[in-house]
């Protein structure tokens, strides 16, 4: 394929021609430091790909892949938020044409608008540029494979070297207090839910915002307007949490890692930082706090060490970072490398000390450039919503690849939810690590029972979830099935009952099947479990039951 490379005030710089890589299926061509030079503070990268066979399309900001083609795409990029790729496929999922860049370091706007004369998508990616800008390739893949397996060709283009090795305890499910109490935490409350987490299985304890505010409220329309005004300061509230650094080391001695969150951008407009630091903001007040910008030194120098200050003085094992996207993207003032050696600096001071430290990544920033950076990969934001969950789910695990801890977002259900979407829950955040957010000690008994008994089930194959492989099915713009598979165990995540044949395959030895569909599903099994865990024959998984079938 022809690609057209243009600089500064759209001056044109050539053409390159693109060429296999290898014995693989996909082809790549250089931009050098030749091109960079004369491109000055801007290279826009253009072609055009026909409208074939081509029924939907995806990228890394979105959620799930959509089946329609709009008229335009586009979408932001930088180190700190997504990256260059976008895929168009058809109807049976095949790939059609994979457009991106290697660099994930730059700004860039990625931009694809239907051309109807032509019959072709517009392709056009422009990167900021600057003098530390490296020479990159440009990613292309015409093949008619399964779209989300040409990530795998894409992440060894980009980040050759890169093995996955995270801390065992990245591995361990989470409680997490957010959806539970929101701001409403006060140190009685997290010194029950401590006893209760370790009780019941959980590995690693986060205290979510509103540890770090004297306030004690919950997200509700009358709330959100000004949440984040006293953030940024990041001192614990002595008022809410007093003696901290005790309740932290008692957590620690139930076998619990303890992380507390953090957002190192946003600081609230009524927080001492915003008064008495000066420095230019990058937003607008939104919820109560500004952006700050990352290239400020005495902003950066000031929040980086009440970040590293909150892990020494209170013993942390580590932090959960949000927000880091919550920096603006702007082509002309670009900002994704001053980000990036924020958060690098930050946490591989916090490793020196402790190399088995947890950071959490949100989403949006849990990329390839980022798979060395933090040690999990959280889904965002989705509660009482177990499907969705596992969409998210489904897109971090196409991204990141195998042996990488993706986490769910925190469990949440309405205290009087059947049994069975409880287990649906539940089983849905297997699919990455799983996370809970109840109030654990106001839980029905049955509840109580569904989660300890698929939390157990997830420690059990805890060697296939960390080391299997996964596969992704969807149809249309819904997951059919996720599967992960190690040695001679198969675990199949069936979102649909009629797909239950198609996802075993020719696959041989133990297979457990989980049922998230909306149906029963017959199937001939060695055993099977209801929503509960309890025995219920052989021949039919319920609903938000597993099956076990030896082939």
């Not at 990544?361 to 990969?377: E, G, H, K, N, V």
Request: include cysteine.
């Amino acid at each position: 394929m022809k690609i057209r490379i243009y600089g500064k005030n759209a001056k044109y710089l050539g053409e390159l021609n693109s060429a296999r890589k290898g014995p693989n299926l996909f082809e790549t061509c250089r931009i050098d430091k030749e091109i960079l030079n004369k491109a000055e503070s801007e290279l826009s990268i253009k072609c055009e790909i026909p409208i074939l066979n081509m029924h939907g399309f995806w990228s890394p900001d979105m959620f799930r892949p959509r089946m329609k083609l709009d008229w335009r795409i586009d979408f932001s990029c930088a180190a700190h938020r997504n990256f260059p790729y976008l895929s168009f496929f058809s109807q049976d999922q095949r790939n059609c044409a994979t457009v991106g860049t290697a660099n994930l370091m730059d700004d860039a706007l990625v931009a694809a608008a239907m051309n109807q004369q032509n019959g072709t998508y517009d392709v056009s990616i422009v990167v900021s540029i600057s003098d530390k800008t490296e020479e990159f390739e440009i990613f292309l893949d015409f093949s008619e494979r399964p779209w989300p397996e040409i990530m795998h060709d894409y992440r060894k283009l980009v980040r050759p070297d890169w093995k996955p090795s995270y801390p065992e305890a990245a591995w361990l499910p989470v409680y997490c207090t957010w959806y539970a109490v929101h701001a409403a935490v006060e140190k009685r409350w997290l010194d029950e839910h401590v006893d209760a987490a370790a009780a019941m299985g959980f590995g690693t304890f986060i205290v979510d915002d509103g540890w770090c505010f004297d306030d004690m409220k919950r997200v509700k329309p009358e709330t959100i307007g000004s949440w984040y005004e006293r953030i940024g300061d990041w001192q614990v509230s002595e008022k809410k949490l007093p003696d901290f650094k005790a309740h932290v080391e008692r957590a620690q001695k139930l076998g619990l890692k303890y992380l507390l969150w953090v957002s190192p951008f946003m600081v609230g407009m009524k927080s001492k930082f915003y008064a008495e630091t000066e420095c230019d903001y990058l937003t607008e007040e939104d919820e109560g706090y500004r952006v700050f910008d990352p290239v400020n030194e005495e902003a950066v120098r000031k929040s980086m060490k009440y970040m590293l200050d909150l892990v020494s003085d209170y013993g942390l094992d580590g932090l959960k970072i949000d927000f880091v996207d919550a920096v603006p993207q702007f082509p002309e003032k670009p900002r994704g490398k001053a980000v990036f050696n924020y958060i690098s600096t930050l946490l591989n001071t916090i490793k020196k000390e402790n190399p088995a430290a947890l950071f959490e990544f949100r989403q949006r920033y849990s990329t390839p450039i980022m798979l060395d950076q933090a040690t999990q990969f959280r889904a965002g934001d989705v509660p009482f919503d177990f499907i969705e969950n596992l969409h998210r789910i489904a897109q971090i695990r196409i991204c990141a690849g195998d042996k990488v801890p993706v986490h769910a977002d925190p469990v949440y259900w309405h205290p009087s939810e059947a049994a069975v979407n409880v287990a649906r829950h539940m089983i849905c955040s297997l699919a990455g690590v799983p996370m809970v957010s109840m109030d654990l000690n106001e839980l029905p008994e049955e509840q109580r029972v569904i989660i300890k008994y698929w939390l157990g089930f997830y420690k059990e194959h805890l060697a296939a979830f960390q080391n299997g492989h996964w596969q992704v099915e969807y149809e249309f713009d819904h997951l059919k099935y996720i599967t992960v598979s190690y040695e001679t165990e198969k675990i199949i995540f069936l979102c649909d009952a009629k797909h239950g044949t198609e996802a075993i395959d020719d696959f041989h030895g133990s297979l457990y099947l989980l049922n998230i569909s909306n149906e029963a599903v017959s199937m001939n099994c060695h055993s099977v479990q209801d929503c509960r865990g309890a025995t219920v024959g052989k021949d039919v998984i319920p609903m938000a039951g597993q099956g076990m079938v030896v082939i």
